[in-house]
């Protein structure tokens, strides 16, 4: 059975940092076409944050939203399959339920942006920013 289990999240001071995990089984973090996060404040649409992918040769290649650019950093440890979501300078406005997402199938690249690139889905972990 593939899962996607996010964890990490609480409450934050303005100008803070937090550290996202997201786990896969079932699949390597490398057997992903894409590996994406996601986020939703109430009351609006789930946003993308960024995603990663394998680069080949060069590494692994990220894509972050231009909300997040700057701040966020997604980075990827295959030895223990999971992902990483590094938020700093932290703001209200990035507070929501952040959520992992993987992709199983296409072509390789980190530019899938939109929720229905992803096949499978993390429960989801709240992150909360006070000003």
């Known amino acids: 059975q593939l899962l996607v289990v996010e964890s990490g999240g609480g409450l934050v001071q303005s100008g803070g940092s937090l550290r996202l995990s997201c786990r896969t089984s079932?699949?390597?973090?490398?057997?992903?076409?894409?590996m994406g996060w996601f986020r939703q404040a109430p009351g609006k649409a789930r946003e993308w944050v960024g995603s990663?992918?394998?680069?080949?040769?060069?590494?692994?290649?990220?894509n972050y939203a231009d909300s997040v650019k700057g701040r966020f950093t997604i980075s990827r440890n295959s030895a223990n399959d999971t992902i990483y979501l590094q938020m700093n300078s932290l703001r209200p406005e990035d507070t929501a339920t952040y959520y992992c997402?993987?992709?199983?199938?296409?072509?390789?690249?980190?530019?899938?942006?939109?929720?229905?690139?992803?096949?499978?889905w993390g429960q989801g972990a709240q992150v909360t920013v006070s000003s």
């Open positions: 990663i992918s394998s680069g080949g040769s060069s590494g692994d290649a990220t």
């Open positions: 079932g699949k390597t973090v490398l057997e992903f076409q894409a």
């Open positions: 997402a993987a992709r199983v199938e296409g072509v390789i690249r980190a530019t899938y942006e939109t929720a229905d690139d992803y096949d499978y």
